[in-house]
């Protein structure tokens, strides 16, 4: 974890901060790559990789993280720009022009994951609950983090306007 800080970040990782913000990202991973592996399979832990440090993986918790960060820039930034009166404010769902998605990401992200998130948030407390139920929330987080990150690395998201998501 401290290495790929490092390859992002440089010299300023250094310090009391970034030895807890290191810790808490480190617990974090091995909290999801416990929970994401069914507890009938071995967790190997490679700490001493040949390859080198990837935070890029499609697959485990720093990459669901990464997401989640990306996210929530995203989502901060929009209020930002709500504030300042570059966007619009989100209209009431019953309000929602699904006509104007035109990408196949956008439909893909639309009944894969936010139709669903309910029903999966749901089910996540239920899933527990039972055998390899932790792998399938997992599976479902990091499929979400695959897919949005396909889309946001394509589409510039709340960057210039896109005439087909204006309101």
């Known amino acids: 974890m401290k290495e790929a800080s490092e390859m992002k970040y440089g010299d300023q990782v250094e310090g009391q901060t ?7 990202m480190t617990s974090a991973t091995l909290r999801f790559e416990l929970l994401s592996t069914v507890h009938t399979s071995p967790v190997t832990l490679d700490v001493q990789r040949e390859d080198g440090v990837s935070t890029k993986g499609p697959r ?18 929009y209020e930002r720009g709500v504030e300042k009166g570059l966007y619009p404010e989100i209209p009431d769902t019953s309000k929602l022009d699904f006509s104007a998605l035109k990408e196949e990401g956008e439909w893909l992200l639309l009944f894969n994951y936010l139709i669903t998130f309910s029903e999966q948030l749901d089910q996540s407390g239920q899933a527990l609950d039972c055998e390899g139920g932790g792998a399938r929330i997992c599976k479902f987080l990091v ?12 589409v ?4 210039e306007p896109l005439p087909h998501l204006q309101l």
């Open 18 to 24: 970034w030895d807890d913000i290191i810790r808490v």
């Open 60 to 77: 485990g918790g720093v990459f669901v993280m990464y997401n989640c960060a990306r996210l929530h820039t995203l989502f901060d930034s």
């Open 156 to 159: 510039h998201v709340l960057g």
């Open 143 to 154: 499929a979400l983090s695959k897919d949005f990150s396909s889309y946001y690395n394509r």
